[in-house]
């Protein structure tokens, strides 16, 4: 036998404006909107190289990241991709 379930149905939609239906026909309507997907940039592998540099360097390195960062410029891991590719075309 069927077992009997006590539930029921609530058959009552949700009010809407007969200008919402009229946008909802033309295609207009609040819950159309896409986010637009940003472009990824391809994963550059990385990894950790200990190096020895004098601490005004590195405070100096410091103070560049951070002021790149409020403009929205480059990541301290890129500006030191940049330098040391400086210093190989300067030493090859």
């Known amino acids: 036998m069927a077992k009997k379930t006590n539930f029921s149905f609530d058959n009552s939609l949700p009010q809407v404006e007969a200008s919402q239906v009229e946008d909802f026909k033309k295609g207009v309507s609040d ?3 896409r986010p637009i997907k940003k472009e990824t940039k391809a994963k550059v592998m990385r990894s950790v190289k200990g190096l020895r ?7 100096d390195f410091d103070r ?29």
């Open 31 to 33: 819950t159309t909107v």
């Open 53 to 59: 540099i004098r601490t005004d360097l590195q405070k």
């Open 64 to 92: 560049l990241v951070f002021e790149q960062k409020q403009a929205g410029g480059k990541s301290g891991p890129e500006l030191a991709d940049e330098a040391i590719e400086l210093l190989l075309k300067a030493y090859r």
